[in-house]
């Protein structure tokens, strides 16, 4: 028979020198915003791939903005703290070099004090001008329906139409290259709390694994896809605790 060796998740990681970690919506639940996908998800309304797309924002700014804002619960979102996950990625820090790549637009790892993020999406926090490159914090302009640029140049107001500084439809995400780099160059790949139904994060697993890179998956379910996952521990993120999670 086969021996089976349980672990804690603590004591699992313990002998790894740098950890490349993917976040998804699910480890943001707990902090109290709403998953994108999946049931009670923000993109379930239909009208999301037209409306959140950067052709709409052009062609018709006053409606895009009127439709993000319906979407989107601006203030639960700006007011959203950190979770049990969030801190605790921060905290590994202190004994591996960590980078956190995540599909996640709360800001949360940053709030939590991770010092090496790739927001492949963006981040809801910031709010830019496409024209000239102003970055306001989004909590200064979200009593404005159709926010405009106040930045003056040569003396006069800038005026453009602003930007949410998340990736909308039809626009690439960021980072991707160095988050690949990241995980093929990494002594262990974790995916927490996605579901891996976002392409082209839900090719990650694969590229680590082709370079031998162990990978785990901490989900409250399994992946659409586990091509490239060496390991799945079911977890509820609600109430998470590495010093208890058993791999
Ligand atoms: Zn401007």
């Not at 998953?35 to 791939?49: C, I, M, S």
């Not at 319906?70 to 202190?94: K, Y």
Request: net charge neutral; hydrophobic share 40%; with cysteine.
């Amino acid at each position: 028979m086969e021996m089976i060796h349980m672990t804690t998740l603590t004591a699992y990681l313990a002998g790894d020198r740098s950890i490349a970690v993917l976040t998804g919506a699910g480890i943001s639940v707990p902090s109290g915003i709403p998953p994108f996908r999946g049931a009670g998800g923000l993109y379930n309304n239909k009208d999301v791939e037209r409306c959140l797309s950067v052709n709409y924002l052009r062609r018709q700014p006053r409606e895009f903005w009127a439709f993000y804002r319906s979407l989107f619960a601006i203030d639960l979102l700006l007011g959203a703290e950190p979770n049990a996950v969030h801190r605790w990625l921060s905290s590994l820090e202190a004994g591996h070099q960590m980078t956190v790549i995540t599909q996640n637009i709360d800001g949360l790892h940053r709030k939590a004090s991770s010092t090496h993020v790739i927001e492949m999406h963006g981040s809801f926090d910031r709010t830019v001008c496409p024209a000239c490159g102003k970055v306001y914090h989004t909590a200064t302009i979200r009593h404005q329906s159709f926010p405009h640029c106040s930045a003056k140049r040569n003396g006069t107001i800038c005026g453009s139409v602003l930007k949410p500084d998340i990736v909308l439809f039809g626009e690439p995400v960021r980072g991707f290259a160095e988050a690949e780099r990241a995980v093929t160059a990494a002594d262990r790949f974790i995916i927490l709390g996605s579901s891996l139904a976002v392409a082209p994060a839900n090719f990650l697993p694969v590229l680590a694994k082709a370079q031998g890179v162990p990978t785990l998956l901490i989900n409250d379910r399994p992946a659409l896809q586990m091509d490239g996952i060496d390991c799945f521990v079911r977890a509820d993120f609600s109430r998470f605790d590495p010093e208890q999670l058993q791999v």
